[in-house]
């Protein structure tokens, strides 16, 4: 009877242990299904990665002509609060512009020549453009003037010559205006 009880006892540990191994081996993955889910991500990004990069150089030239933007009509205030000229200067190869304004003394005359100096905080800083991103204008600086005025100027901000935003003050007098393409 005792050997009964033990075979009895044997086989149920040895179900026992059986399920057990059964178990661990259904938890995990097999080599097979960890590469093919590595491919189908490697497949996703590669078909995905030239829009991603598309829209981020869209993103870039939408950003730099809403800079520019803010900036110009930033200056066209300060300039009627403070009642002093302030210029958009562009570095010669439109990779870096920047705000400065009007230097001025009380016992200065309007007709001298005008000094330029940074202005301070964050409008005052120097701004860059993107790698990818050129910016085309004549002149290299644009005047914001005490009495709401602004020098005529189309600043075109272009993606690779591709895709081009205008930044414009000729449009509307007095106003800074961006517009899809080159005007």
Known sequence: MTQAVDNDHSSQLFLCCSRVKQRKT????????????????AILAGLSLPRFSKTYAHFQLQT????????????????????RTLKLEFDPSYKKYRLSEEKRSPWQDDEEVQEFE????????????????????????????????????????????????????QEQYGHVQTFEGKI
Do not use: H, W
């Open 26 to 41: 259904s938890l995990g993955f097999t080599l097979v299904e960890i590469l093919l889910v590595v491919a189908l991500i």
């Open 64 to 83: 730099t002509a809403g800079q520019i933007t803010d900036l110009m009509r930033y200056a066209q205030g300060r300039a009627i609060t403070k009642k």
């Open 118 to 169: 940074e202005i301070p905080g964050r409008f005052g800083r120097e701004f860059l453009v993107a790698e990818n991103i050129s910016v085309e204008y004549e002149d290299p600086d644009i005047r914001f003037y005490p009495d709401g005025k602004i020098d005529p100027a189309r600043i075109y901000v272009c993606e690779k010559n591709e895709n081009c935003l205008t930044v414009s003050t």
